[in-house]
């Protein structure tokens, strides 16, 4: 390997965000596996207890996991009972899922062990307020700037 792959990955901020995400999330994945949930059904759970009832369209936005991806995951949830599905008022075809009380417990006590788990890792880290105040501008700077390129290459081709 190269010094200048080296410094490339070494300030590369989605490889550094993605390296930090893995890092955090190991043993909290540990405690999904343990309690028999896969990570695409997490998010889901988890998007579902902040927001409430969703579209499988937005649900997979929210969860920032493909549809078809959401969609396998919400077919073993319901099989278990932690999710249901109702069909749209005015579209049949269009789904909407919502998180059940059991599927609530479970992913407030997951939410709680991920707590703990990111409290403990970064217990000598300091205040982190001000990262995740970065961290929450700099996606919405990233969103905006993904949409205007998507624009320009539209009108371009």
């Known amino acids: 390997m190269g010094g200048s792959d080296t410094s490339f990955l ?10 930090a995400d893995q890092t955090l999330s190991a043993p909290f994945y540990a405690r999904l596996t343990r309690h028999g949930i896969a990570r695409s059904e997490w998010r889901v759970l988890a998007v579902l207890r902040e927001f409430g009832e969703l579209c499988v369209a937005d649900l997979a936005a929210a969860a920032l996991s493909p549809q078809p991806t959401v969609t396998h995951a919400l077919r073993r949830l319901e099989q278990r009972e932690l999710v249901v599905r109702t069909p749209g008022t005015d579209d049949k075809r269009q789904r909407f899922v919502s998180i059940t009380p059991s599927g609530s417990r479970l992913t407030a006590a997951l939410i709680a062990e991920a707590r703990e788990l990111e409290a403990d ?23 905006a700037g993904v949409r205007r390129h998507a624009e320009k290459t539209a009108r371009a081709g």
């Open 10 to 19: 070494s300030s590369y901020l989605p490889y550094l965000l993605r390296q």
């Open 121 to 143: 890792a970064l217990a000598d880290a300091g205040d982190l307020s001000e990262l995740v105040a970065q961290l929450q501008a700099l996606s919405e700077t990233a969103e």
